[in-house]
């Protein structure tokens, strides 16, 4: 897998930001997934501001979410929705048709499942997905041990990942489930970001170019692919 080191956050943000707009410069109605969590806000805000500076236009551009916290909404700080909305969809001129997000309150989450797995047999494959690294390994919520075969699916959270989810709330929340993207989506998108940042995620980097690919540790599996590549900034990468 090809691994790209930059100097600091901002300069991998922006090495990241360049492969969405490279995408979307050649493909104006590609479809593409960007990851919730801390890792990618920093990308968020340079594609924002590409668009303002007219160095990209997403006017055709389908967005679709990766995952959500089951029982949380837009409403919910910290949730998937308010913290993409918050930091990437408030601040551009999309109109609602180009958003396809789970919803977190839904009463049914397996039609809910159906509803995105719709949508992307409608519109997908993935052009370009970036993913975040979990601490356990994790990409969207597909957690140790998941399914290469998933589609949408319900997920049962990993102990490390609900002990990390204390960092998005500002009140103490029980999420216990998620819903996600599954591998077999991500893995058949066309171009994977895999990015990373920050000393604490040295460990998980280095697992994840070291270790051989294992369901295991879900970040090993993008190994598998071709379009698969690692960007990483110089804490991320200190342990290679
Ligand atoms: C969130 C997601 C997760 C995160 C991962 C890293 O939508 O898909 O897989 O990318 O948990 O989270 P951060 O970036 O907060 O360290």
Known sequence: MKTYISPNYPQLCQAVAQNV??????????????????????????????QKQGHVDFSR??????DEWLG???????S??????????????????????FDGLTSDPKA???????YIDR?????????GIGMNGHIGFN??????????????????????????FDTPREVKQGISLGLKTLLAAKNIVVMASGEKKSAIVAQTVNH?????????????????????DNAAASAL
């Open 123 to 131: 519109h997908g494959p993935i052009d370009c997905v970036v993913l």
């Open 61 to 66: 551009t389908q967005f679709l979410g990766i």
């Open 21 to 50: 707009i490279d995408c979307v410069k050649t493909k104006p109605d590609a479809l593409i997934c960007i990851a919730g969590g801390d890792t990618p806000l920093g990308v968020f805000a340079a594609l924002v501001d590409a």
């Open 143 to 168: 957690e140790p041990g998941v399914s290469l075969e998933n589609t949408c699916h319900v997920v049962d959270l990993d102990a490390v990942t609900q002990a990390v989810s204390v960092k998005y």
């Open 80 to 101: 998937c929705r308010e913290m993409v909305w918050h930091h990437f969809f408030d601040k551009l001129p999309l109109r609602d048709e180009q958003i396809c997000f």
């Open 112 to 118: 809910e499942c159906q509803r995105v797995d719709r």
């Open 212 to 232: 051989p690919a294992t369901v295991d540790i879900p970040s090993t599996l993008v190994k598998t692919v071709p379009q698969a590549a690692l960007y990483v």
């Open 72 to 78: 949380l909404g837009k409403a919910d700080k910290g």
